[in-house]
């Protein structure tokens, strides 16, 4: 395991705002995808929202940076257990794509989809109340295409994998549907705070 070592010489593994199990990357950010990075461009990018939702809803590259723009400033946790401080991501609240898309009272769960294939599943309600993006910018530069651009989803407060890079878009229903890494063992919900990272835990 790689880990950044503080002059202590140990993991920084006791810093305020650490989950639980987890460790200080530092400066690094790994990158983990099932995927080869996809040759996917700004032009091609789509975002779209469907499923149980009054209105049916597409963005391109241009629509969706019409909308208002919002800035992640926090932290990240992956569930191999390194945890990032201080990142800045910039994009777009999901509260204002789903509010144009308005979801059905009976909608609970979302299935989010890449345009690599990957899916993920989460609770509506962890996607609305200022707590999720769809994210472009990393430190003021473009979404490097390794780590989800040209744009990734960004729920920082669930395990990194329910964070699906080169988002497609979100497929809302009434019930839950394990995604990729949840049909393989993992987590339905990945609330790091809880380690939540496998079925059953
Ligand atoms: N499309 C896609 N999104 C993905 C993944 C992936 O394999 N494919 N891996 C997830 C996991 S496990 C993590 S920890 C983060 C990693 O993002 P990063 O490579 O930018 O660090 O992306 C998540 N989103
Ligand atoms: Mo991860």
Redesign the pocket.
Same mark, same amino acid.
């Not at 950010?29 to 995927?35: D, G, H, T």
């Not at 964070?163 to 080169?166: I, L």
């Given at each position: 395991m790689n880990v950044t070592r503080g002059f202590s010489g140990r993991p920084r593994v006791d810093r305020p705002g650490l989950p639980p199990g987890q460790y200080d990357a530092g400066d690094d950010?790994? $990158?983990? =995808?099932? #995927?080869v990075t996809p040759d996917l461009t700004p032009a091609d990018w789509t975002f779209r929202i469907d499923g149980l939702v009054r209105r049916p809803s597409s963005w391109d590259w241009d629509a969706a940076h019409a909308l208002p723009a919002s800035v992640y400033e926090g932290d990240i946790h992956? $569930? *191999?257990s390194w945890s990032k401080f201080g990142v800045r991501f910039g994009g777009v609240s999901l509260d204002v794509f789903l509010e144009a898309a308005g979801p059905l009272p009976e909608a609970t769960h979302v299935v989010a989809y @890449?345009h *690599?294939g990957?899916t *993920?599943n989460l609770p509506l309600a962890d996607l609305t109340g200022g707590r999720a993006w769809v994210a472009w910018e990393f430190d003021g530069r473009p979404l490097a295409p #390794?780590?989800?651009g040209p744009a990734?989803l960004l729920v920082p407060h669930l395990?990194?994998?329910k =964070? @699906?890079? /080169?988002v497609a878009g979100l497929h809302l229903l009434d019930h839950d549907e394990p995604g990729f /890494?949840e049909q393989n063992g993992y987590h339905q919900r990945g609330n790091p705070w809880e380690e939540q990272r496998f079925s059953g835990d």
């Open positions: 950010w790994p $990158v983990l =995808s099932a #995927e992956c $569930v *191999t @890449a *690599t990957y *993920t #390794e780590h989800g990734r395990y990194f994998w =964070s @699906a890079k /080169w /890494w």
